[in-house]
């Protein structure tokens, strides 16, 4: 069966850092890639998808994911994190061939940003 | 715009009870989908609607759980003799033509 991982729980990093969250599937094949950000008292929102082609993909709010066929992850990554930036992010994908919207998620990944 | 639309948002009820949860997709959007997540976990899958019909519900964990989109539009979520593992937030997306999930805020379901 598919699976995500995220090994990290929780990532706490200061204001301005850089940051990269990380995340490896277990599937027969490449699936659809996802990232996706949920603040306290809102909706999960799409950060950034991969469907097929360059594998560094630029998403919404400054973040990027790059896919590695040879490691099977699906690393997010921004350059310079800002206050706003804590909250729970979640990888996710979807089989090939099924809905988009039928996804595995990780457990997430809550990040902590100080001052 | 109006985004996805869940109501109730915080469900109260004892064991054994039945409850509804409804959603409200984003105009247009044909497809529907019903997860699930427990404190500490991402979202699970359970079931996904094209249309009026339930294209997918291998997500159910039982057959205490079922859904209904009888118009093509607003969805329930339904859950019959509840049990205090059915506590979670029940999460409703819908999907765009790209393939983009938009997602509700969730209804949070507390079996006491």
Redesign the interface.
């Known amino acids: 069966a598919q699976s995500v991982t995220q090994p990290d729980i929780h990532i706490t990093v200061s204001e301005g850092a850089s940051l990269e969250l990380r995340c490896n599937y277990s599937y027969g094949a490449t699936p659809y890639l996802f990232w996706y950000v949920q603040s306290p008292g809102q909706g999960l929102q799409l950060l950034l998808k991969y469907f097929s082609g360059d594998t560094l993909v630029q998403g919404i709010k400054g973040f990027e994911a790059e896919f590695k066929r040879s490691q099977s992850s699906f690393n997010l990554r921004k350059p310079s994190v800002h206050w706003s930036d804590a909250a729970e992010y979640f990888c996710a994908v979807a089989t090939r061939g099924t809905s988009y919207g039928k996804l595995t998620f990780g457990q997430g990944t809550i990040l902590t940003v100080h001052p | 715009g109006a985004?996805?639309s869940q109501t109730p948002s915080n469900k109260v009820t004892e064991k054994g009870k039945y409850v509804e949860l409804r959603c409200d997709p984003i105009s247009g959007h044909t497809?529907l989908?019903w997860?699930r997540q427990s404190l500490?976990?991402?979202?699970?899958?359970l079931i996904?609607f094209?249309g009026t019909g339930a294209?997918?519900d291998s997500g159910l964990p039982n057959d205490r759980f079922f859904a209904v989109r009888p118009e093509g539009s607003v969805s329930t979520l339904k859950i019959q003799r509840t049990e205090r593992g059915d506590s979670a937030v029940y999460?409703c997306?819908s999907?765009d033509s790209s393939?983009?999930?938009?997602?509700?805020?969730?209804s949070r379901l507390t079996v006491l």
């Open positions: 985004g996805v497809a989908y997860y500490g976990q991402g979202p699970e899958f996904y094209q294209a997918d999460l997306a999907r393939g983009e999930l938009f997602f509700g805020e969730g």
